[in-house]
């Protein structure tokens, strides 16, 4: 298991930026999740 926390720039719409993580982790046959860190 990996676990990752990337800072995203505010100018980054978040909901692109998850719908391309998951065709890069499909094309990989990878099983991810995108969620937020919860303060």
Known sequence: AV???INV???IHIAGL???FM???DRL???AILEPVKG
């Open 9 to 11: 720039p505010g100018q």
């Open 29 to 31: 046959n990878l099983d």
């Open 18 to 20: 998850r719908e391309e």
């Open 3 to 5: 676990q990752m926390n």
């Open 23 to 25: 065709e890069f982790c």
